[in-house]
C-alpha cells in the first residue's frame, strides 16, 4: 500500500470518472455524495453511485452499485483499479474509504477474478493506492 499527495496517469484518469460519477448519487440523508470508478482490462471504465432509500437498509453504496454495473454489464474483462470519490453537501471533497460490506465485496471479486485490484481513495488528505482489496480486510470471510 502506497499514498501519493496527487495522482497522475490512469489513477487520475481513474479518480476523474469517480468525481464525475458523484453527480449521480442519491444522497438526501446522509448528504455525501459518493462515486466510484472502475477500471478494466479492455480499458473501459465503468462508474456507480451511492444510494439511499427511506427505506433503510435498501440503499447502496457507490462500490457496490459499481460492481453490479460492471457484472450485470455482461463484460468478461478483468478489473484492475477501483477509484471511490467523495463530497460533502456543498461539493467539499472529504476522505473515505470503503465500508467493510464493500471491502467484502471488492474482495469477493478480486477472487473471483484470481487478479489483484488496485484500490484508490483520499485518506487523511493523501491518496492510498492499494496492491490489493485484501489490504483492505485482512480477516475477510473466506468461502463456505
Not at 476522505?95 to 487478479?115: F, H, T, V, Y
Request: hydrophobic share 40%; proline share 4%; net charge negative.
Amino acid at each position: 500500500m502506497k499514498r501519493e499527495n496527487i495522482l497522475t496517469g490512469k489513477y487520475a484518469t481513474l479518480m476523474a470518472a469517480a468525481e464525475k460519477a458523484r453527480s449521480l448519487s442519491r444522497s438526501p440523508y446522509s448528504e455525501i455524495k459518493v462515486g466510484a470508478a472502475a477500471l478494466l482490462s479492455s480499458g473501459e471504465t465503468i462508474t456507480g453511485a451511492n444510494w439511499e432509500s427511506p427505506s433503510y437498509p435498501a440503499g447502496i453504496c457507490a462500490e457496490r452499485s459499481m460492481l453490479s454495473n460492471v457484472f450485470s454489464h455482461g463484460t468478461e474483462c478483468v478489473i484492475e483499479s477501483v477509484a471511490i470519490s467523495a463530497e460533502r453537501k456543498g461539493g467539499e471533497p472529504m476522505d473515505i474509504s470503503p465500508c467493510g460490506i464493500c471491502r467484502q465485496s471488492l474482495l469477493d471479486a478480486e477472487k473471483s477474478q484470481g487478479k489483484s485490484i488496485n484500490v484508490i481513495f483520499r485518506h487523511n488528505g493523501e491518496y492510498v493506492i492499494t496492491d490489493s482489496a485484501a489490504e483492505l480486510l485482512p480477516f475477510a470471510f473466506d468461502e463456505i
